[in-house]
């Protein structure tokens, strides 16, 4: 494989970018000038050197100086304890957080399951969910909201994590809720606006 061939398999990895888009960004990045290309290299590079995953929420944050373990909404001691969202991605935590909907704590799963995957616990960190439920319980966790994306993909990965913690849910006397009415099928959280995430979180059920 040449250089091009190269950069194209490492785009169309990313997500939703197929063949022929990746071949665009290999000569759109051909047609920059030199300066782009270097900050573009140095920013990937210093990537993952500058950004850590929140131990507690697992979601990702620039944390560049000292070394935090947990990001500042999962330090905010003013964020309510009892309640828990659960999301797939960060895109989705962001959004839910712009639109204020919601002052609780989160956990992002940092994925979806896909419809008749034989391997679901590879694909979402349900342990890790299971582990911080458990720890939450001390805390006064009363309500866990699962909030992802209306598609068939999102409906799949709610009826798997809600299995799996539903005895520690019922034996906890933890309420299990999703989000209600005013997303439409097919939402994706990430581009819902602001009036709808308040009615969903509001009208959760
Ligand atoms: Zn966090």
């Known amino acids: 494989m040449n ?9 169309k990895q990313f997500p939703g970018i197929g063949p022929r ?3 665009r960004f290999v000569y759109f990045l051909l047609t920059r000038n030199p300066s782009y290309l270097e900050e573009l290299k140095s920013l990937i590079a210093e990537l993952k050197k500058e950004t850590s995953a929140c131990q507690s929420c697992f979601r990702y944050f620039p944390n560049a100086k000292i070394k935090q373990s947990l990001c500042p909404t999962c330090s905010d001691q003013t964020r309510e304890e009892n309640v828990l969202m659960v999301v797939s991605y960060d895109v989705d ?3 839910i957080e712009k639109s204020g909907a919601f002052k609780g704590k989160y956990f992002i799963l940092g994925g979806v399951v896909p419809i008749l995957e034989s391997e679901p616990e590879k694909k979402i960190r349900i342990n890790e969910l299971k582990k911080s439920i ?3 319980k001390s805390k006064g966790l009363g309500e866990i909201i699962f909030a992802f994306n209306t598609n068939p993909e999102g409906e799949n990965t709610l009826d798997y994590v809600k299995e799996e913690i539903a005895e520690f849910a019922k034996v906890n006397n933890i309420k299990i809720s999703t989000l209600g009415r005013g ?3 097919g939402a994706e959280l990430e581009y819902s606006d602001t009036e709808t995430l308040k009615n969903a979180v509001k009208n959760r059920q």
Do not use: C, D, V, Y
């Open 183 to 185: 997303l439409s099928t």
């Open 21 to 23: 888009q990746a071949k």
């Open 93 to 95: 935590f962001e959004n």
């Open 134 to 136: 458990a720890a939450r």
């Open 3 to 11: 250089t091009i061939q190269k950069l194209e398999a490492l785009f």
